[in-house]
């Protein structure tokens, strides 16, 4: 059977996120939302993220304003200070755990994602960061995503998808997504394949080269090591 995670970036954008609540609590799904700190500090913002953490769902930190990717500024006080302010903001939204998801302009994975500095400061605080496996671009193509997303959910064993709950038009399909996928006998969980969690709980799961210009201190651990 096929397995699918949910994940929702850059909001938290009321009424959108609202409304997408009111959709995965009418099919008992529960997703992550990775929120960016200066969007959560808008009115109305923090309520809608009380609300998803009240709900079940998991509020991720997707840095402070979702600007420039973390390994591409040259400045090494950007990617901390991009992180630790959101970390504030979010404050006791968070999950035990912390979790963390890099923005890599269009879902590409890369060096991009996480400078040096990021990389030490999220094994330092214990995060664990998430990447994805899915981008179906729904913020471009608000209709076409659905019929994307369900060809890369067929296509693999377990797909983490990346979604927005942002004011595109893209969240009116959602039901329709979430009921496809379950007829064509899709389980919708919470948690996370392995291979999408570089960095659990600050220890390095897998080689950094794939998100970062310069690996974490210390050698990658295998699968499933402590």
């Known amino acids: ?3 699918l995670t949910l994940t929702f970036d850059n909001g938290p954008h009321p009424p959108t996120t609202e409304t997408v609540l009111d959709v ?3 099919r008992g799904v529960r997703a992550t939302f990775f929120v960016v700190g200066d969007r959560l500090m808008r009115p109305g913002a923090r309520g809608v993220a ?18 420039v990717p973390l390994g591409a500024d040259p400045d090494p ?7 630790v302010d959101a970390e504030e903001v979010i404050g006791d939204l968070a999950c035990a755990t912390p979790l963390f998801r890099p923005f890599g302009g269009g879902g590409v994975l890369g060096h991009h994602l996480l400078s040096a500095g990021a990389v030490a400061h999220l094994m330092a605080a214990r995060y664990t960061v998430v990447t994805w496996t899915s981008v179906p671009r729904d913020w471009e193509e608000p209709v076409a995503w659905v019929d994307r997303a369900l060809g890369d959910v067929a296509a693999n064993d377990w797909t983490v998808l990346v979604l927005h709950d942002l004011p595109t038009g893209a969240m009116d399909g959602l039901g329709s997504f979430l009921d496809r996928a379950t007829d064509a006998g899709t389980e919708i969980v919470q948690e996370f394949p392995e291979a999408t969690l570089p960095i659990v709980a600050g220890v390095q799961r897998h080689d950094l080269a794939a998100i970062s210009a310069v690996a974490a201190p210390g050698a990658p651990r295998a699968l499933g090591q402590a």
């Open 50 to 67: 009380v609300d998803a953490r009240a709900a079940g769902h998991w509020i991720g930190n997707h840095s402070m304003h979702h600007t």
């Open 1 to 3: 059977m096929a397995r």
């Open 24 to 26: 995965l609590g009418e």
């Open 77 to 83: 006080a950007h990617a901390l200070a991009e992180i």
